[in-house]
């Protein structure tokens, strides 16, 4: 089922989460771990993040360097069959511009359609770390409207090779991003709600958010969508917060602030059981007030952990 129908025949705020691939080499018993004991729950979907090929450098005996390309997290699209056949519960690949042509994308939306997923997240991708800036591929998509209009030309019927004759037309549900704090490159919340609405008007059904601690900062932002016509329903993303060093780290990866209440409260503990106990109190309450605000969907972050999400879940869904 598509997400946007369950978002429609919701009759009270969804569970959805999010999980990443396991490293290359790790069994997908490691997925099923982090999944089996949010079930209970019943999500009415779960997405699976897209992790994009790098580049090391990798030194030989004779001290030359040699450039090899690595994917350190495959297996996106087979983890989203594996979760609909083990569990029956729609999956939701992430599709990024990084890393693929045109054609490239449109084999993978093929293998999608094949195997029965008709949803999809469309991202943009960041910038690998042998890059200063996100550079899409060559004859690849420069931002997320870019995929999406692809996708939307799909559905439709349009295939790259307008030559195709009697083709299918695919089945996606679109899902895009949406920043409550910014995405770090605009150079201003007004423009990046500007192309937040391009995409929507481009054809996205749905917006997911980046983890936000401070749910007036989701309100503001739900607000300013509705003010500029963006009518689609907005889903918030949650992370816990479940160590001091995350204090540091979720800013830098993803350009978020911690409230001054959490971080006071999170350097106070002892020790890191401590800061796990404290962000899963704040992940309680935030969770709440969503709840109450009656928002459609609240999806969180596992990043493949279940027990901080477990206990919110518990006391909140
Ligand atoms: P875009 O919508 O393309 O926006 C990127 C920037 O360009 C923004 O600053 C925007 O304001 C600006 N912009 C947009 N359109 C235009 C335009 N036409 N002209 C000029 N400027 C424009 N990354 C992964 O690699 N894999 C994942 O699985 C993944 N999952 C994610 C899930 C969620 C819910 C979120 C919020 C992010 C996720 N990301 C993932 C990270 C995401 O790829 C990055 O945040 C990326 O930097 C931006 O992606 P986007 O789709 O928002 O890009």
Redesign the pocket.
């Given at each position: 089922m598509k997400v946007i129908d369950h978002l429609k025949n919701a009759k009270k705020t969804l569970f959805s989460f999010?999980i990443l691939p396991p490293l290359k080499g790790k069994s997908i018993d490691s997925i099923y771990e982090g999944i089996d004991p949010l079930m209970e729950f019943e999500p009415s979907f779960i997405?699976?993040?897209?992790?994009?090929q790098e580049y090391v450098y990798k030194k030989h005996s004779n001290g030359l360097l040699e450039k090899v390309s690595v994917r350190k997290r495959p297996g996106?699209v087979g983890i989203c069959a594996a979760i609909i056949n083990k569990y029956g519960v729609d999956a939701v690949p992430?599709l990024?511009?990084?890393g693929f042509s045109k054609e490239e994308t449109e084999n993978a939306l093929i293998d999608l359609q094949f195997l029965g997923i008709h949803n999809a997240?469309?991202?943009?991708?960041?910038?690998i770390k042998t890059e200063a800036n996100?550079e899409p591929e060559p004859g690849g998509h420069?931002?997320?409207?870019?995929l999406l209009k692809q996708v939307v030309n799909m559905n439709n019927g349009i295939y790259l090779d307008e030559e195709l004759n009697h083709v299918a037309p695919t089945n996606f549900c679109i899902?895009?991003?949406?920043?409550p704090e910014?995405?770090?490159?605009?150079p201003n919340m007004d423009?990046?709600l500007?192309?937040?609405k391009?995409?929507v008007d481009a054809g996205a059904d749905y917006i997911?958010?980046?983890?936000f601690f401070d749910n007036k900062k989701f309100f503001e932002f739900v607000n300013k969508c509705r003010e500029i016509g963006i009518n689609v329903p907005i889903i918030p993303?949650l992370k816990t917060l479940t160590s001091k060093n995350q204090l540091n780290i979720l800013p830098s990866i993803?350009h978020i602030d911690i409230p001054q209440a959490l971080t006071e409260a999170a350097i106070a503990c002892k020790d890191d059981k401590q800061v796990k106990q404290v962000g899963i109190e704040w992940g309680i309450e935030q969770t709440k007030e969503l709840i109450k605000m009656g928002v459609p969907s609240i999806?969180f972050?596992t990043m493949g952990k279940s027990e901080a999400t477990k206990t919110i879940a518990k006391a909140t869904f």
């Open positions: 999010e997405d699976v993040t897209y992790h994009r996106t992430h990024i511009c990084g997240l469309l991202l943009r991708g960041d910038a996100f420069a931002y997320a409207i870019d899902g895009v991003a949406g920043y910014k995405h770090f490159e605009a423009m990046d500007k192309y937040l391009m995409k997911v958010t980046q983890m993303g993803f999806h972050y």
